[in-house]
């Protein structure tokens, strides 16, 4: 994609006075590091750090039908939280079931959600929820509003601490809770508990006017800038899936490891008959974790041998920087269990691994 194609976030002359190392991401050119992902992974899992997503999609769904139609489209159970609250679900396809994209959904009051897509599906999101309005039991009114905010992560063990010097209200939101913040000015938005390092901590949906401000307030309670590479290393040893990896065509919650994101008891929602389909003659492979025997570092698309014979593929590898050894995702026959013995083929050279389970770093 050329650079005039690229989206930019509202932070991109910022990222860019900070030195920061730009790169193609979803259709955004965006911050891969600063100082270093090295650094940068380890200062968020000893300290905090924050970072810019605003690539992530925003997609405002308001009106009497608006749960209705959420509650067809995805997968979760929205009668399991409730206004204030967040959470996780999938979009199907409905043909095959695979996962079209994994989502966030802020519910910020009874009539009014927040739908948070990956990078580069935000049109297709937009697609399927307006083909929920059929579904629906009132109006519903269907907004992307990504170019009009910034979203920020504030992530690690001390980032509430720190962000509440500055930012009070938004670093008090509990986990997994939504609330409306003030940033300045009264400039509001939201924030919620809620972020994809395996570390406690906040993303904060800000008004792109604020963004600036609300960045450099984060910098100065002592939060360091963090690109998008410790992001993903940072997701990896948490054990978590990324589209386009573990996520994406082909690919079911079912066979991801991900079927509590799925509430077959709620009633009818998109792709919901092949999914069941597959529960009922089960799943024909297994998202599983590799830990690696050494410091070699698999790739996506190495081979996954078991008894000298090609098994299963990697998804996502690399070296993690908290244990100091090679980890990996893969998709594995069903009947091989954590403890297993594996071979990866890592560009010719075959290194002894063991599947163990997820996360390879902390807990959930």
């Known amino acids: 994609m050329s650079d005039a194609a690229l989206r930019h976030s509202p932070l991109d002359a910022v990222h860019r006075d900070l030195g920061a190392r730009m790169v193609e991401f979803g259709g955004w050119d965006m911050p891969i590091s600063y100082a270093g992902v090295l650094e940068e992974h380890r200062a968020c899992r000893s300290g905090a750090v924050v970072f810019d997503v605003s690539h992530l999609g925003s997609v405002l769904v308001t009106g009497s039908g608006a749960f209705s139609a959420i509650q067809w489209a995805f997968t979760n159970d929205l009668r399991r939280i409730r206004p204030g609250r967040a ?99 009264g400039v509001t938005g939201w924030a919620a508990g809620t972020g994809y390092t395996g570390e406690d901590g906040v993303e904060l949906h800000v008004p792109a006017e604020a963004a600036a401000d609300v960045w450099q307030a984060a910098i100065d309670a002592g939060l360091t800038p963090a690109g998008l590479g410790a992001r993903d290393t940072l997701r990896l040893e948490a054990g978590l899936p990324l589209h386009g990896h573990e996520l994406g065509a082909g690919i079911t919650p079912l066979q991801a490891g991900l079927g509590w994101v799925v509430r077959f008891d709620k009633g009818a929602f998109r792709g919901r008959e092949p999914l069941l389909a597959e529960q009922e003659r089960g799943v024909s492979r297994l998202l599983r974790g590799l830990l690696v025997d050494g410091r070699q570092v698999p790739r996506a698309g190495c081979a996954v041998l078991i008894d000298g014979v090609a098994s299963g ?12 050894r090679g980890i990996a995702l893969a998709f594995l026959p069903p009947t091989i269990e954590p403890g297993a013995g594996v071979t990866i083929d890592v560009r010719g050279r075959l290194v002894d691994a063991t599947v163990v389970k997820t996360p390879f770093v902390g807990s959930r």
Do not use: C
């Not at 009051?109 to 999101?125: E, I, K, Q, Y």
């Open 313 to 324: 593929e990697v998804t996502s590898g690399n070296f993690s920087p908290v244990l100091e």
């Open 87 to 185: 959470q996780y679900t999938h979009l199907l396809d409905p043909v095959d079931a695979h996962v079209v994209d994994d989502i966030i959904v802020w519910w910020v009051t009874d009539d009014r959600l927040l739908v948070m897509p990956n990078a580069s599906n935000t049109d297709g999101l937009v697609s399927a929820l307006e083909e929920s309005r059929s579904h629906a039991d009132g109006d519903v009114e269907i907004k992307d509003i990504t170019s009009s905010r910034a979203v920020l992560a504030a992530q690690g063990p001390d980032a509430r601490a720190r962000l509440g010097q500055a930012l009070a209200d938004a670093a008090a939101v509990p986990r997994f809770a939504v609330a409306p913040v003030t940033y300045r000015d």
